[in-house]
């Protein structure tokens, strides 16, 4: 064997090792004092590594850090609240807050380098940007909580609601705006109303594949003169509307040409999953169209589930939206909001709450703006059609001149339209069921009814087959168990005489013959006890069907506010009169096509 010289790093790591034993070593009269101590390897190698920090401070009180590139050091500075990276320039810049600047003078320990020059000019100038920091957070805050503003928007088709007019307010002061007001409110609307006030057009538009149709609706509704397209049809109109399950797949043709200046993520929260490829797109998109656009571009984000009681589902909206620096930046954010206590819950949810809402986020309850709203509102979503052709067929089958034959026709249309729709129906129950609200949902045809309770097990439900008892102990449960979300009924069996105030919405699959059965169904929710306004949503067939030719009908015997609100006054008569409006339609419509043909 032979000997060889320790390394420098073998004999460092032997003295280091001996001071554990100074006290035993000293009673064996061995000093170890007077062993000089060797060179530490690594602590001259840090040192090495560490030269060339510097740390500056530049115009507006900016402070600059440069070093060549080193892992270390780069994990240190980016512990240094607020900083941000200036790719450009290839430097670190932190601002001159408090906050910052311990950070900044904690980093400076940490790596040996010394403080600038002007350091307190720096501090003063931090302290008063703090200080109109602090009152731009208080009085977004305030626009935040508002329920009305002075604020008018030029080429709008409608009137918005005071509450709405807060909101549009508020999304174009600070444009990168998260949406969060309750369903029924009229995200869809404040969000067009934005866009219009900032005349930010062409704008794409991302949404659940059950509400292309409603999009461009309401679209040609508040934005006349305005082209509304499916992207896939025509990627070039003023507002494209885009299936968020198809934005992966486009988004490489969306970002080689960007040019929309608006971007809308509808029901935002289906974003939130960190990894997924939509989510993804979707970061990549509203990036390059802020990128490109600066201070021009629009990004909103609506949703109405309760994502901002959950801080994890936050963070993909405050990505989205390219806030992550507004509430303090990404280290900040995962020590400091994702913090849990001994119970699972966050710690600091409700300052994230207030940060956000300072910076970009906006939330109204109904209960908040009950005074805008009327006591009943009718919403009309499109709900589109699995085989439009195999409807279409039906409709146009030639039919005989009598009125038995075009009632036994309409009775098919009804129930093949229910069919067609059940997809899309099925989908936005789910939607509206991410918002945690309870819904009451109707349909007529006892197949249909039987397909929703199958869709969603664990529903109460008060069906034609149901007895007295099985009833009661439905409404109960819907009542006092707050797990239970959802109700299926029968118009004839629950259109009437029910109490089911624990819910503000109610939804309608199919429709019933007379304003007078709609009115008393609608009327389930908004009785004693009941304290929101409540919406009433009409999920309809589009285009030329049973559903649309129904609804006009029935909006047409709805001629009186009396009349609205005591559906027992419209009898038998008005079931004959809409009957026989659907029979003269359908006649009318099958001669004009030559389809009529005579009885035998």
Known sequence: WERRPWSPGQSFAVWKMLQKYRGQLAGMDFDLTTLPAPADPKAGQEAK????????VGSGGIIVITFPYNDEIKELVRQIPGRTWDGVNKQWLAPSTPL????????AEQVGAAMPVGLMEAIEYGRKALVEAEAAAKEGLKDSLATDADFHIEGLGGILMPFQRA????????????????????????????????QAFPALVVCPSSLQLNWIRETRKWLPGKLPQLYEQNAYADVCVLSVDSLAKYAPHINERVRFKTVVFDEAHYLKGYKAQRTVAAKEVAKLIMHKFKAEALVLALTGTPVINDAKDMLSMIQLLGRIEDVGGWVKFQ????????NGKYKHLEELQAVCRASFLIRREKSQVLTDLPAKRRVVVDTAMTDA?????LADKP????????????????????????????????????????????????????????????????????????????????????DCRLIVCSLKAAGVGLT????????????????????????RAPRIG???????????????????????????????????????????????????????????????????????
């Open 389 to 393: 052709k195999a409807y279409k067929a």
């Open 100 to 107: 910052s600047i311990q950070g900044v003078q904690r980093f």
């Open 399 to 482: 039919l005989e001149d009598t009125e038995a034959a075009a009632l036994v026709r309409i009775g098919e249309l009804r129930r093949e339209a229910a069919r067609q729709k059940m997809d899309a129906v099925k989908a936005w129950v789910k939607e509206f069921g991410e918002t945690g609200k309870k819904l009451i949902l109707f349909a007529s045809h006892r197949d249909i009814q039987a397909q929703l309770v199958a869709e969603f097990q664990g529903c109460a439900k008060v069906l034609g087959d149901d007895d007295t008892k099985a009833r009661q102990a439905a409404v109960d449960r819907f009542q006092e168990d707050p």
């Open 530 to 600: 009941q304290r929101d306004s409540v919406t009433a949503w009409y999920l309809m067939a589009p285009g030329e069907t049973i559903d649309t030719d129904m609804m006009a009908l029935i909006a047409s015997k709805r001629d009186s506010a009396s009349r609205l609100l005591d559906g027992a006054k419209a009898g038998s008569i008005e079931d004959k009169d809409v009957k026989a409006g659907m029979v003269k339609a359908l006649l009318a419509r099958a001669k004009a096509a030559g389809k009529l043909r005579a009885a035998a």
């Open 167 to 198: 909101g549009a307010k508020y999304g174009t002061r600070v444009k990168r705006c998260l949406i969060a007001d309750e369903p029924g409110l009229g995200k869809t609307v404040e969000a067009l109303a934005i866009v219009q006030h900032q």
């Open 335 to 342: 020590k400091h909001y994702l913090a849990k206590d001994y």
């Open 500 to 523: 089911l105030t624990a819910a503000s919405d109610v939804a309608f699959v199919e429709l019933g013959w007379t304003p007078g059965d709609m009115d008393q169904a609608e009327d």
């Open 49 to 56: 590594a560490k030269q060339g920090v510097s740390i500056e």
